[in-house]
């Protein structure tokens, strides 16, 4: 399967990344995606911040958890997404073009969206964007959507997002 997701699965934080995953807006393949100025811009930030921001407290965790797991009980389907990620765009679209309601937050464009994919990482083991779930219930990213086409209206009539 081909990895489907932006940012890097973190198994081992002092290994280097795997050849094939390049999470940052500096690597080679990150001009090969139509993207606009802005989005680039916001991509760039995004990458930037890492190095400016400290790791959360705990109490800040605690928050951040109580918020996902509230964006998750609300939403007959939430997505966890990157603004410049491919992948969580065409996510996106299919829940679009299956008429679904969903709630998507861009973690790049919040402040605690760093926090939040850390704690999207402890809940479900899984660290890259996009991170769905419909129903409460966590389906994966993109590829994982893809693969569940053929019954997707069905699970989403059976959420209530249809």
Request: with cysteine.
């Amino acid at each position: 399967r081909e990895d489907d997701s932006c940012g890097a699965r973190i198994t081992n934080p002092t290994s280097p990344l795997p050849p094939t995953i390049h999470p940052y807006p500096y690597s080679p393949h990150f001009n090969n995606h139509k993207l606009s100025p802005t989005q680039k811009k916001t991509a760039t930030i995004s990458f930037l911040r890492h190095f400016f921001t400290r790791a959360p407290s705990p109490a800040t965790m605690s928050a951040t958890k109580t918020k996902v797991q509230s964006i998750i009980d609300e939403n007959p389907v939430a997505v966890f997404s990157k603004s410049y990620c491919p992948y969580c765009r065409q996510a996106k679209e299919l829940l679009s073009q299956s008429g679904a309601k969903f709630y998507a937050i861009e973690l790049d464009q919040v402040d605690d969206g760093s926090a939040i994919q850390s704690t999207l990482g402890e809940m479900t083991g899984q660290t890259t964007v996009p991170n769905i779930f419909i129903a409460k219930e966590h389906i994966g990213g993109n590829s994982d959507l893809q693969a569940k086409k053929n019954n997707l209206k069905t699970l989403l009539k059976d959420a209530g997002a249809l």
